[in-house]
């Protein structure tokens, strides 16, 4: 051995734990990274979240979250294999060495970690991602949709991942040999991580700020909407969360630092939370961003639960089996063929109902966007003609309900569900005019009726039906059907030949977005030369272009203007049909998770490598194994602890406030607190995990300090 | 060899200055064992570490044979670490994945210039220090004389002008301690190296030729051993500490 590069070699093989710590981390982050943008940016998810949608932007939101978490946790494994690393490079220079020297050797070296773990990272982040998939295909679902197709493009994010960290890690391995006092070099893998006294009051004022900066963050957007008429650019509403950051850090600071017990276990935990006190800083930092890491898991874990919960909840209250309406200008099933088709499948049908609508022109306040100097404003105007609406006659609303419906001329009701919510619906109007002959009929808006299965509809008296029915076509007529089966548990087949031959009936004038209008299209026509929700013109807004082939597909079905409601169907379907959305969900929860195992257990065996000669010297002291152990049990326990109570917490609060906002009128309904006990038994399974991981990590830390 | 005059250097703490070395001045002839001595606080270990160049000091000068360390760039002050002096530190810093042999031939490998020769040379320290059946070994299998001992056979392996020793035998027992300080001897008597030797150790300050003792960053007092027994020399030194105590 007579040079340099061979000592560096040397050393290398020696303390090869440390060099395999920091390729792992780096190749973990860049995996997770890397599977997740492939997954985020697969035409597969895109397809089924669209752009500036709110589960697009949430999945965005979580996959910052990552990000910073990964980026944590590779410049924290970088600063500890370089401290590591001081004691090595503090001889060098002692003895002699040049810092070019020495910065030669560790960049070769740094060179081929962080390329080799990051290359590997972004090579095999792909496949995890399809593996992953295809092991959710296996066990949950597996649908023509479900075919994961990358874009290769994704890999642009991977590679600017990497690249950081890569840069990262020159800088910071720069940094540790420029450092110019040998005498700090030598001594720095002892120097601790003091944080300055924090006040008591931290802790309550924290949780104050915690609380009010979630509730300002979230009614900040409604605020600005609402109140100011104004759309705020993207971001500002985020700088309202703001005091919520600031109050977590302010709580986990006072729980790392002074802890909730006051001076009465001050003894008992005294190892614990000195130690923990003295490397406070990155403790704090790392548990800030697994609390937020934590939170962001838990996110999208409550998706998949709240959403089937509160699907299941609905598929159940549906008053009726079956219930389908189509445009009079269709040859859809009506009651004879039902029947002949329920007999082949040997159905019994109840109740059947078949009752006229009319497609009404109502008025209503417009919506009117203004670009000005502020941004995006918006306005009211009145229109007397503003969109359509379906109206049942009063006869017909009790031929499909059973309810009968008093309304003398002139007066409107509208359909809300059980539950009360008009989320998306005004039913309060006061002129309704028929589209060709113009016909008006000034109405008066009585309390809404309540019918699930009629959501949105109106009713009105039969003589103001018939009245303002004359002179309309077909286009603008519908047909409502409402049957009931006998054991309808069991008709699944029957429902989805019924389904199959709607869709293979409908004509491709009918195969239209939801929410299309004809009297907004001709506003549109009129006044922009296209409408947006046209069939050629759905794809280049966004919107999904209706195909009857994809029939079965989430985005067919819940998008199609006539798409049936079909009990059975609904609620069989309903994994296949939200498939995308649900694994989507659950990957991002695993990554987010393991993202916090990793960054959990390599902050507690760092407190380990840190704190191995205060375990000796307590041992010296006479300190019993017992004792070791639950000083570091303290010490592992908090990390785990803290931020998992936190971040748990935390979002459930949130998700419980969003729930509470988002109806209206505000508050919980039935299925909404449904789902959110449906949230809890995730948070018992993910606590139990977490729990598992703690007592292996705590274990090993055991291990490493000799703690029997 | 070494000369020092008037070296000034005070640390920061918080908004306070403290001043460690408040003018120091002494010299060190070629082949001289000297020791500086001085309670806790005195300014000995940085008075090493500013010769050592390890930190800036804030004036004075520092002059190794005809070169002025102060004004030496980063490059030519390594080459000075390498080439020109060798360290004896109190916590050996040996390296725990290099062999006893390895550790010793580190600088030469460093500066680039590892023979047959050096290899021989390695061999004869470790002979010189009784250390050749161990050569083989990592540090975490030796003793901490036998640890100290390899510290000063990879101090000399580059023909240093001088040595620098950090409290050579603060981490050693009474048997180490002997060993390390014939090694010394060994070394100024076998290989003529000059050795400068910061310690609180009145037994192994009593093996040198002189003791520079200071006391709140001055030099407070010079004792010559000269031809006095070293037994002698040992009460003296001790007599010092002990009217330095009074003052």
Redesign the interface.
Known sequence: MRHFSEVYALMRRRNKKQYALLSGCCFFSVLLITAYICMMRAPTILNVLPEGGDSRKQIMMIFTLAVIGCAVFTTYASGLFFRQKSRETGVFLALGATRAQVRGELYRELGVISLGSCAAGALLGGPLAWVLWQVFRLCVVDTEEMRLVFNPAAYVWSLAFSAFVIAMMFFLGSRSVKRTNIIDIVQESHKSEPIRDVPRWYGPVGIGLLALGGFLGYMSSFFFISVLHWYPPEGLTAVFYVPALIGLYMILLHTVVNGWNGKKKLYKDLIATSQMRFQGRQTVRNMLVMTLLIAGAYFGSFFTPMLGTGSMIEYDTRPVDYVYNFRADQDIPLEEEVRALAEEYGVTVTDFAAVPMLRLAVDGQDHIEEEGPMGTTWRTEYKEVMSTELFLSASGYEALTGEHVDLAGGEIRGVVDTEGSKLGFAPDKSLVTNYLTGEQLPVTSLEPLRYDSLFARYVMNDADFAALGAGLTEEWRETQVCFNVENCEETYDFAKALFNEIVDRSTIDVAQFSGWDPVVRDQYLAEEGVYFLDRENCAEYGFTVIDYAQRDSSAFRLSWHYMPAFRILDRMDFVKTMAVFLILFVFVAVVCFAAVFVIAYTRCMTIALTNRKVYDDLRHLGASNAYLRRSVRGQVKRVFLVPALAGTSLIYAFYVMVMYFNGSPAGITPSEAAGLLADLAVVAAVSALIYGVYRLTFARVCKALDIR | MLTVENLRKSYQVGKTSYEVLKGVSLEVGKGEFVAVMGPSGSGKTTLL?CI?C??PADSGSIRLGKTELARLG??AL??????Q?G?V?QDF?L????TVR?NI???A????V??DMTEARADQLCEVFGISAIRDKYPAEISGGEKQRTAVA?ALINHPLLILADEPTGNLDSKSTRAVIRSFEQAKSALEATIFMVTHDSYAASFCDRVVILRDGVVWKVLEKGATERETFQDQLLDAVREMGRE
């Open positions: 570490n050592s390890y930190i980063e490059d390594a080459e000075v670490r390498n080439k002096l360290f530190f810093l390296l725990d994945g290099l390895q031939l580190l600088p490998i460093i500066g680039g590892v023979s990879r």
